[in-house]
């Protein structure tokens, strides 16, 4: 109880308002770019078109190789993330471990913030806790992914679907929904990376953590709604 009481006082206020900076601009964030992309305002939301579509297009196909190898492509992608997600937790929970002496070598480089052992720790911690969010983000994308590959082997063949009974469209709206979701958790994920950089950051001082923490928001947010490929998908 004594040590929650002195929680408060481990930090100096502008660390803490720092981390308030940044949990409230990521989650702030986080949910208006998922409330546009529901909107089709967002590169999320173009593509989660383009996706229908191309589920659409599915029913048409007779064979459908095609549709399984573009699902496979795409979930390499957080497959590979995931993996290396793994190596960058192994690699942070090392750095926990020697704490004394990776503060230290911090500690010598030009501008990186003098701080205790057990502040370094408590930013590694914070890191750490990034990147697993991340792998768990990685992880259910890849096996929605898997979902999505179930309803496309799932599906009849063209001519039969109608003597089936199946609504091109609803399946089209369902099976897309599927791959927007997958795509929107490896999203998570890829952000969750990007914030990691506005942490990393903090070993310097608390204003440039809250000075990354912005630019990182101001590069995601022309990435997912000012980006030339954008304007392209949504041609």
Known sequence: MDKLLALPALLPWVDWLALSVFFVAWVAYATFARRRA???????GT??????????????????????????????SPSFFASTTILIIGGLLAVLSAGDRASTLV???PFAQRTSVLVFDLKIVLLTGVFIYAF???????????????LVAALPDASRIDAEGVSRERFAERAG???????????????AYYMAFAV???????????????????????????SDVLALLRE
């Open 38 to 44: 529901n909107r089709g305002a967002s590169l999320l």
């Open 47 to 76: 593509t989660n078109r383009i996706r229908e579509r191309w589920m659409l297009q599915a029913t048409w196909r007779d064979n459908r190789v095609l549709d399984g190898v573009v699902v496979q492509n795409l979930s390499t």
């Open 107 to 109: 500690q010598e480089i």
């Open 136 to 150: 768990f983000r990685f992880t259910w994308s890849l096996r929605q992914y898997g979902f999505g590959a179930l």
């Open 177 to 191: 929904r599927v791959m927007g979701l997958a795509a929107e958790t490896f999203n998570d994920g890829l952000r």
């Open 200 to 226: 990393v950051a903090w070993f310097f001082s608390p204003v440039v953590f809250m000075v990354a923490t912005a630019a990182v928001v101001a590069v995601l947010y022309r990435r997912e709604f000012g």
